[in-house]
């Protein structure tokens, strides 16, 4: 079978770091937007004006995607790992600058974009306790036990980049209330694949990519805070905001308070379009769901059934329990063999190591992952390739 571009058919089964193909609005909201604005919110002319509407209209499609009520709470980062390390430092910074101890809890799932910046606190005396799970996803009352006087804040991922484990963030959501801790949940493998609704939940502030199922570019990433959080979280990015110029000090506005800096427009109009697209599926971000859960059955029935050769899954092995990110391990194959073998010989991309998530799941693996655009018909050329490359 030949691609849309003539070439020999790719597959894309490494949605978990970023999807693709991106829907046709998205592609052409960006390269509208290249060819029509200038930089938002600097200027009273009408380009720059436009452009500021293209990110209001951002904030407003994003608050909807992910239950936000109201869209002044959307702050836009550059990407998820900006975001992550704004709300980390911020509110390590803050316990810091008035002087309390500042310790935080997290998990043995999170990825890098979590553990690192964690890590570099250490040198300001910031201390962290991570939390093992139990058959893939931790338990509530280990997050609870984990939480001590001093401690600020409680970071989780809500779905593991690596085995694809949904996590308890509900339910922790409301262990952190009681005890009046933060809590930052990394929605980086569940915004777009599973129906989020912050508000609801009672989640104080949650970081969602652009560029993977919000199917969006790259560059850019959005981030909710509950009312008042933001008075928790010290902005350490300062710098121009295009108003109140004459001011010394970071306007305290929210979201501008942490969006010093041009704002990527691009990236705005790219994520609006890749929420629109959501919004106006049938049933919103539960029909994704729905086409999850089925890939997930697919891939699972193919592992009960020996179709995935000698292939084993290091996960959850129900499709409810999971997003469709699938780790696998061979018994004798090296995981980054099997993907040049699924890419050279199958035109599959997938991903192998450690998936920047090092404590996740005990080593090296391969990581097949799909999404909203994954036909049945290519899990199940994922599988067939599999059973193939187990049986060198
Ligand atoms: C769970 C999780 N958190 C954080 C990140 C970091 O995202 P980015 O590299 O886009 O900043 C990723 C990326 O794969 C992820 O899967």
């Known amino acids: 079978m030949k691609s849309r571009d003539g070439g020999a058919r790719r597959i894309h089964a490494d949605h978990a770091a970023g999807s693709f193909p991106k829907p046709a609005c998205v592609v052409e909201a960006i390269v509208s937007a290249a060819a029509r604005l200038h930089s938002p919110g600097r200027g009273a002319y009408r380009e720059s004006l436009e452009a500021m509407s293209v990110v209001e209209g951002c904030r407003a499609k994003v608050a909807k995607v992910l239950g936000a009520s109201d869209p ?104 952190c209330r009681s005890r009046g801790v933060m809590l930052l949940v990394d929605a980086a493998q569940t915004a777009g694949h599973l129906p989020i609704d912050v508000d609801q939940w009672g989640v104080d502030a949650l970081a969602a990519p652009g560029h993977k199922g919000l199917l969006g570019p790259q560059g850019i990433a959005a981030l909710v805070l509950r009312a008042g959080v933001e008075d928790r979280i010290d902005a350490w990015r300062e710098g121009g905001t295009g108003g109140d110029s004459a001011s010394a000090r970071q306007p305290q506005d929210m979201p501008g308070r942490f969006e010093a800096g041009t704002m990527n427009v691009l990236g705005a109009a790219g994520l609006a379009a890749g929420a629109g697209h959501l919004l106006s599926l049938p049933l919103g971000v539960e029909t994704v769901r729905l086409h999850g859960v089925t890939i997930a059955n697919a891939m699972l029935t193919a592992a009960r059934t020996g179709r995935l050769g000698e292939f084993r899954v290091i996960g959850p092995l129900e499709a409810e329990a999971m997003v469709p990110v699938f780790a696998l391990r061979h018994p004798r194959l090296d995981p980054a063999e099997v993907a040049v073998m699924l890419e050279s010989n199958f035109g599959i991309l997938s991903r192998a190591g450690l998936a920047c998530a090092p404590l996740a799941a005990g080593g090296p693996a391969l990581r097949v992952s799909f999404g909203a655009s994954t036909t049945i018909d290519e899990v199940a050329t994922v599988v067939a390739a599999l059973e193939c490359i187990s049986k060198i």
């Open 72 to 175: 002044s709470r959307v702050v836009l980062a550059a990407g998820q790992t900006d975001a992550l390390n704004m709300v980390i430092k911020g509110a390590a910074m803050q316990a810091v600058r008035l002087g309390r101890a500042a310790h935080v809890v997290a998990t043995t799932l999170e990825h890098n974009a979590v553990l690192r910046p964690l890590k570099g606190l250490e040198t300001w005396g910031v201390t962290h306790a991570l939390v093992p799970p139990r058959d893939h996803a931790v338990t509530p009352s280990d997050i609870e036990a984990a939480i001590r006087p001093d401690t600020c804040l409680v970071v989780m991922t809500h779905a593991s980049n690596v085995t694809g484990a949904i996590q308890p963030v509900r339910e922790v959501a409301a262990i």
